[in-house]
């Protein structure tokens, strides 16, 4: 998996040294000696890694970070911050002004390649959802929101047989707000992710007789918890278990003796990335919804109407079931606009939208065709079920009290009905969707010829 890495540092030897090693494993990589030199390149070639060096003349590796994240072309990108220095509380504060993790030198190649395999792989995750939301905010209907929320009210897994130790992560998290559970084994593990919905789930690797890194895999291959950050915590000696976690999915690591600030930052830091990724989620799902509804009504558009219904043709042919359309027209909507205005018209058309999915089964299609014009797809009705559901809407809406401006105005529909009757060829199959609706239509048109207010069935689809 390839991928661009920026390296930083003011060391020609560490850059040159860094570069090859991952040049070798056929990254693409550019180099920058300078604070200021890195950030105006990573503005412009936009890399999916930066390798930060912390003590540097000038803007230092912090600084570096902070301006990475501030900024709204590079602060998805992960960072990854190393120095000579070992201590805690450097480690913490490179965590928390964004960077991904934090690796001493000198960087071990596997624990490196490891965590750059790791990142990169989250890094495409991230830029596929904000591609697809940035598409929807073109559109303009979505909003971007806040892309670090607070982690309150975040629920946490602890897998840990040591009670010790689990308390200590407990107590450590909760200062944040964090709402934890302990599980003390894979079983107990596997049965409470299944069962609830967590924002991070933290893994001891010395996990008594289990295989931690058996249920790593299990969490990664199951649906519900294949997204779910994953936290390794890990001793000095488990480097090579560490590795082959990252590379199972492991999102990040801590190692024993554990420090409660690091546990912490660590823990913020996935917890929120979970709840960016979430809201690009539903921001996302939320954007089809509108591509796929009438804004004014809340019925189905015709997009969503006509891939519906193709779909729904084809299975009925193939399963040689049946299916039922009703095209519906407002009666007289013209004059209701030119009497009342369009605010009134508008109304009119949510009224009898509501009558309409009040009236129809709860897995029927309802769609606003266009104009005043509704489409009711029925899958398993025959024509003449189809034909009764029209009469009690027909007969349901005239019944409707509709008083626009507090002037009562009757409201009437007239409604076509179409049905796949008997076996089809398989010859007739390519525009059978199209075939219903034209029937359904030229039903309609002969219930608006007869007087309107009326149900005329189409002869046969």
């Given at each position: 998996?390839?991928?661009?890495?920026?390296?930083?540092?003011?060391?020609?030897?560490?850059?040159?040294?860094?570069?090859?090693?991952?040049?070798?494993?056929?990254?693409?990589?550019?180099?920058?000696?300078?604070?200021?030199?890195?950030?105006?390149?990573?503005?412009?070639?936009?890399?999916?890694?930066?390798?930060?060096?912390?003590?540097?003349?000038?803007?230092?590796?912090?600084?570096?970070?902070?301006?990475?994240?501030?900024?709204?072309?590079?602060?998805?990108?992960?960072?990854?911050?190393?120095?000579?220095?070992?201590?805690?509380?450097?480690?913490?504060?490179?965590?928390?002004?964004?960077?991904?993790?934090?690796?001493?030198?000198?960087?071990?190649?596997?624990?490196?390649?490891?965590?750059?395999?790791?990142?990169?792989?989250?890094?495409?995750?991230?830029?596929?959802?904000?591609?697809?939301?940035?598409?929807?905010?073109?559109?303009?209907?979505?909003?971007?929101?806040?892309?670090?929320?607070?982690?309150?009210?975040?629920?946490?897994?602890?897998?840990?047989?040591?009670?010790?130790?689990?308390?200590?992560?407990?107590?450590?998290?909760?200062?944040?707000?964090?709402?934890?559970?302990?599980?003390?084994?894979?079983?107990?593990?596997?049965?409470?992710?299944?069962?609830?919905?967590?924002?991070?789930?933290?893994?001891?690797?010395?996990?008594?007789?289990?295989?931690?890194?058996?249920?790593?895999?299990?969490?990664?291959?199951e649906e519900s918890t294949r997204e779910t950050p994953?936290?390794?915590?890990?001793?000095?000696?488990?480097?090579?278990?560490?590795?082959?976690?990252?590379?199972?999915?492991?999102?990040?690591?801590?190692?024993?003796?554990?420090?409660?600030?690091?546990?912490?930052?660590?823990?913020?830091?996935?917890?929120?990335?979970?709840?960016?990724?979430?809201?690009?989620?539903?921001?996302?799902?939320?954007?089809?919804?509108?591509?796929?509804?009438?804004?004014?009504?809340?019925?189905?558009?015709?997009?969503?109407?006509?891939?519906?219904?193709?779909?729904l043709t084809d299975q009925a042919v193939s399963a040689?079931?049946?299916?039922?359309?009703?095209?519906?027209?407002?009666?007289?909507?013209?004059?209701?606009?030119?009497?009342?205005?369009?605010?009134?018209?508008?109304?009119?058309?949510?009224?009898?939208?509501?009558?309409?999915?009040?009236?129809?089964?709860?897995?029927?299609?309802?769609?606003?065709?266009?104009?005043?014009?509704?489409?009711?797809?029925?899958?398993?009705?025959?024509?003449?079920?189809?034909?009764?559901?029209?009469?009690?809407?027909?007969?349901?809406?005239?019944?409707?009290?509709?008083?626009?401006?507090?002037?009562?105005?009757?409201?009437?529909?007239?409604?076509?009905?179409?049905?796949?009757?008997?076996?089809?060829?398989?010859?007739?199959?390519?525009?059978?969707?199209?075939?219903?609706?034209?029937?359904?239509?030229?039903?309609?048109?002969?219930?608006?010829?007869?007087?309107?207010?009326?149900?005329?069935?189409?002869?046969?689809?």
């Open positions: 998996m390839s991928a661009r890495i920026l390296i930083v540092d003011d060391m020609l030897a560490n850059l040159r040294l860094m570069e090859a090693k991952l040049s070798a494993e056929y990254y693409e990589v550019a180099t920058a000696s300078t604070g200021e030199d890195a950030l105006a390149l990573a503005s412009r070639w936009l890399p999916d890694l930066v390798l930060l060096d912390v003590m540097m003349p000038g803007m230092d590796g912090y600084q570096v970070c902070t301006a990475l994240k501030a900024s709204r072309e590079t602060e998805h990108v992960p960072v990854v911050m190393l120095t000579a220095l070992g201590d805690c509380d450097a480690r913490v504060r490179g965590l928390e002004v964004g960077a991904d993790d934090f690796l001493t030198k000198p960087v071990e190649d596997g624990t490196l390649f490891a965590r750059v395999r790791s990142l990169v792989r989250l890094k495409r995750l991230l830029d596929e959802w904000r591609l697809r939301t940035a598409t929807t905010q073109q559109l303009g209907v979505t909003e971007a929101g806040p892309t670090r929320p607070g982690v309150e009210g975040a629920r946490v897994l602890i897998v840990d047989d040591r009670e010790d130790e689990a308390a200590f992560a407990v107590q450590a998290l909760g200062r944040d707000g964090v709402r934890c559970q302990r599980a003390g084994d894979i079983g107990q593990a596997l049965q409470a992710a299944r069962g609830g919905i967590f924002d991070l789930i933290v893994l001891n690797l010395a996990l008594g007789a289990d295989d931690p890194l058996r249920l790593a895999s299990r969490l990664r291959a994953l936290l390794l915590v890990a001793d000095p000696e488990q480097r090579d278990l560490l590795v082959r976690g990252l590379d199972l999915g492991a999102n990040d690591y801590v190692m024993r003796p554990m420090d409660e600030n690091e546990l912490r930052a660590r823990a913020r830091n996935q917890v929120r990335r979970r709840f960016y990724q979430e809201r690009l989620r539903a921001d996302l799902q939320y954007s089809i919804s509108l591509a796929l509804t009438d804004g004014l009504t809340g019925v189905y558009n015709q997009r969503y109407l006509r891939g519906h219904l193709k779909a040689r079931g049946q299916l039922a359309v009703l095209m519906i027209d407002l009666d007289r909507f013209k004059s209701i606009n030119d009497r009342f205005g369009h605010a009134a018209g508008d109304a009119a058309l949510k009224v009898v939208a509501d009558a309409i999915r009040q009236h129809v089964r709860v897995f029927d299609t309802v769609a606003r065709y266009g104009g005043e014009e509704f489409v009711v797809i029925m899958p398993g009705a025959t024509r003449g079920e189809g034909e009764a559901v029209a009469e009690r809407l027909r007969s349901a809406i005239a019944a409707l009290r509709f008083a626009p401006s507090g002037t009562p105005l009757p409201l009437t529909v007239s409604i076509g009905v179409a049905a796949l009757v008997g076996p089809v060829e398989a010859g007739a199959q390519r525009r059978l969707d199209e075939a219903l609706l034209h029937a359904a239509d030229a039903a309609l048109y002969r219930a608006k010829a007869a007087g309107r207010n009326r149900v005329e069935v189409a002869e046969a689809a």
